[in-house]
């Protein structure tokens, strides 16, 4: 029994880290100029060092409330999305 309450317990932390997750923010608003390829956590470590402009310029979205919390989910869900995002943006860069 308390083997299960702590599997719900770590699926609710997980969920609510999901929630404000820089990859899940960055890839809905995809767009041609934008990047995929590991882009949640490079707007995480954008946030960290405080380069608001390369935020505004190149992903045009809110960066996360908590990004050295958020980096380490970010850089799982991108490694676990590179086969989707990696052939995505190798075709705009060969064709537009």
Do not use: W
């Not at 041609?32 to 949640?40: A, I, K, Q």
């Not at 409330?65 to 590179?82: G, K, M, N, R, Y």
Request: glycine share 6%.
């Amino acid at each position: 029994m308390n083997n299960i309450i702590a599997r719900v317990m770590i699926a609710g932390g997980m969920l609510i880290c999901l929630s404000g997750c820089g990859t899940l923010r960055t890839v809905s608003v995809a767009s041609l100029e934008r990047p995929r390829v590991y882009s949640g956590t490079r707007l995480d470590y954008y946030a960290i060092v405080g380069n608001v402009e390369q935020i505004e310029t190149e992903f045009k979205v809110k960066p996360t409330e908590h990004p050295f919390l958020d980096i380490p989910f970010s850089f799982v869900l991108d490694t676990v999305a590179l086969p989707l995002t990696y052939p995505v943006s190798l075709y705009e860069a060969l064709f537009y």
